[in-house]
């Protein structure tokens, strides 16, 4: 009688850690019971929950940090994928919550190009930033909601569509040689000549001066500034022009920057170098000749 007794009372006491056992394991606590790290058992054990997606499970783990508590838990991630916290935080306490953000095929099309690509982020304007199309305020991105999976694959597919305008480029100033000369055509003794010209449909005063210094320094500057042969020549007139001809023209260079096609009275010349007198006068140029020194430089 007393042995039956005795054996009644060991079965109630394992009912009762049944029972207990079976409310932890319905509140969804799991026990990492394979705590064992190359041989080892570790000595500290921490409770843990794990979300991944709609997926929440809370498992006590001696695991160290938190990749290996996931590769313990048979809770496969790629490099595309987001865990927070990161896969070397090491697990020192109770409580730790480590998320899981899974991420997805996505199709970008914009009508030129596609582009696949594996993300976690949900937002396609964000996405197409992120990854690097250039896009525009005006430019709108669509979920499309139907498609031809045979063609995309199993992806979620955002369209592009371009609504920029790119803005007309200002038209180059345009210079109208075509009014009278104030004075008698340019002679070498003269030295100077002025007339009337037509600038953006403004008429303007110039001026046009003549110098004769040795231009190589500047054509160096200009080779490397403006991707011409650094050389210049003299024309039979006595005018100084680059290899492909231009005169070469001293000017404003804030008015005319360096390498500017311009038109002058001895023809077509590029803008190589300045002067003191654009202080005075912005409009004036200033044209290199061989006319005061005659040695062919």
Known sequence: MRLSRKVNRILLVAGVFAVIFGVVMALGLKSDTFAKNDGEVTSEEHFVTIEDGDDVVTV????????????????????????????????????????????????????????YLMTTETDGREIVVKYGKEIFEED??????????????????????????????????????????DVAPLTARRGVNQYYVTVNGQTIYRKETYYDLPMGGVMAIAARECGVPAYYEVREDGVKVDAEGYVLVAADLGRYPRCTVVETSLGLGRVYDTGSFALSNPEQFDLATDWTNRNGR
């Open 140 to 181: 709108e991105v669509t979920e499309v909601a139907e498609y031809d999976f045979l063609m995309t694959g199993p992806a979620y597919v955002y369209a592009v569509t371009r609504n920029h305008v790119e803005p007309e480029p200002e038209p180059e100033p345009v210079v109208d040689l075509s009014s009278k000369l």
């Open 60 to 115: 006590k783990t001696s695991a160290r940090t938190v990749g290996e508590l996931l590769q313990r838990a048979d809770v496969v991630v790629t490099e595309a994928d987001i865990v927070n916290p990161g896969l070397e935080t090491e697990i020192d306490d109770d409580g730790l919550t480590v998320s899981v953000w899974r991420a997805r095929p996505v199709l970008i099309s914009d009508g030129v190009r596609k582009q």
